[in-house]
Each structure stands twice: as structure tokens, then as C-alpha cells.
């Protein structure tokens, strides 16, 4: 069936520098995006959503892209920290198909000192 | 301005006992969704409640849970029976409004251990 999905399971980065997370999903009905962001132990957090009718969206430190040519999302980390390590997922749902959220699997982060 | 509570954190049950998690959505939002997660997975989505009403249960098991969201309280995940594939984390969401474009903020989780 149609899932989201991510590419890197686990992504180790230098403090400082930037970080991206990709995601992959596969149905063309979605549009609406969201990341989020879960630490050992705690429920998700939201970081940043994207519509699809945006190709681009910034936060604080993070940004969003999103191709839907090749539907393709992924969040860019600047100046990356210690405490950005932690699992992101990403999450799609459909319009007019429910509320419910889908899920990716997830993606580690790892940053180094 | 308090978020997503849920209690409790943690809960043990012995097979075939049954288990309760509770859910108080953040203040002025009247929809609640539940997911399940599994360790080193996604989360999967149960059910979609507003007050007294259950919208979308399409992502729930059809026997031994339930899922209830009261005029007055909290919203109540029921798990009878518990079996060991029962384990997981279980996260509550709400949201101000229905619409699918609307976020959805998640609590912190009931971790269920079957023994």
C-alpha cells in the first residue's frame, strides 16, 4: 500500500554543521506535511509543517522542502546541536481522508561533539 | 498553558488483565487521536474522536479495545484482555480543529508492558 517512508535510517553529524532528512512519499493525494521530532522517551514534537501548494518553508534553524514532482520532503537543520539528536519522522495526511496522520519510520540523528 | 497530558506514563498488566490510558487534550481543542507505536517504528493511527463521538476508529483493533472521549473528562483508551503484543507506546494527539491540515500536538505517552 502507499506509505511514507524515509531514506537514511540514521544520519551522524559534526556540531555545527548542517543536517538533512529526507523523506519519500508515494501518495500523490497528500497534502499536507508534517515533521516532527521525538527524544528517548517522549512523544513527538512538532517542528515544522509544509501544504502542497508551498514548495518551501522556514522556521527557526529548520527549513522544509517539498518536491512533489518526484514527492520528495525533507528537513534541513542548520547549525546543527546536541540537542537536536533525537528520532524525526515525517507525517502526511490526505484531505478530505480522515484526520489521521501517516508516519514514516523515522530517522535518527546523531550528533557529535 | 498546559499541552497533551496523559497518565499514566508508565502501566504493567498481567496477560488477560485489562488496561486504561487517559488522555486530556490541551485547552480549547476538542478533537483527540490515538497511535500506537512500537519500539524503533513509526506511530500507527488507532481512532479519531471528538466530545462523544468517535469519528474514524479505521486504524483500531475490532475486538477487545475501545475508545470513548466524554461530554466531561478525559478521553479513555480501554485495552481488555491485554496480551503480550499489547506492549507498546501509546501516544494521544489533539488538535483545535477537524480539518486534516490541522496539527495535531501529541502527549508525552503511556508506555504498556504486558508481562
Known amino acids: 500500500g502507499e506509505s511514507v517512508g524515509l531514506h537514511l535510517p540514521t544520519l551522524s553529524v559534526q556540531e555545527g554543521d548542517n543536517s538533512i532528512i529526507n523523506c519519500a512519499y508515494s501518495n500523490s493525494a497528500s497534502d499536507y506535511f508534517i515533521w516532527y521530532k521525538q527524544e528517548s522517551g517522549k512523544g513527538p514534537q512538532f517542528i515544522i509543517d509544509i501544504r502542497s501548494n508551498m514548495d518551501k518553508r522556514q522556521g527557526q534553524r529548520v527549513t522544509v522542502l517539498l518536491n512533489k514532482t518526484v514527492k520528495h520532503l525533507s528537513l534541513q537543520i542548520a547549525a546543527t546541536q546536541p540537542g537536536d539528536s533525537a528520532v524525526y519522522f515525517c507525517?502526511?495526511?490526505?484531505?478530505?481522508?480522515?484526520?489521521?496522520?501517516?508516519f514514516g519510520g523515522g530517522t535518527r540523528l546523531m550528533v557529535k561533539p | 498553558n498546559a499541552g497533551v497530558m496523559q497518565n499514566p506514563r508508565h502501566l504493567v498488566r498481567r496477560r488477560g488483565q485489562e488496561a486504561r490510558l487517559r488522555c486530556s487534550p490541551m485547552?480549547?481543542?476538542?478533537?483527540v487521536y490515538w497511535y500506537r507505536q512500537l519500539p524503533e517504528e513509526g506511530l500507527k493511527f488507532m481512532v479519531y474522536?471528538?466530545?462523544?463521538?468517535?469519528?474514524?476508529e479505521s486504524g483500531m483493533p475490532k475486538e477487545r479495545f475501545s475508545a470513548e472521549f466524554p461530554k466531561e473528562g478525559p478521553s479513555i483508551l480501554r485495552i481488555q484482555q491485554v496480551v503480550r503484543g499489547d506492549s507498546a507506546a501509546y501516544f494521544c494527539?489533539?488538535?483545535?480543529?477537524?480539518?486534516?491540515?490541522?496539527?495535531?500536538?501529541f502527549g508525552p505517552g503511556t508506555r504498556l508492558t504486558v508481562l
Open positions: 485547552k480549547g481543542h476538542s478533537h
Open positions: 474522536l471528538q466530545k462523544e463521538n468517535i469519528i474514524d
Open positions: 507525517a502526511e495526511n490526505i484531505n478530505n481522508a480522515g484526520n489521521m496522520l501517516t
Open positions: 494527539a489533539s488538535s483545535r480543529q477537524g480539518a486534516g491540515a490541522d496539527t495535531q500536538y
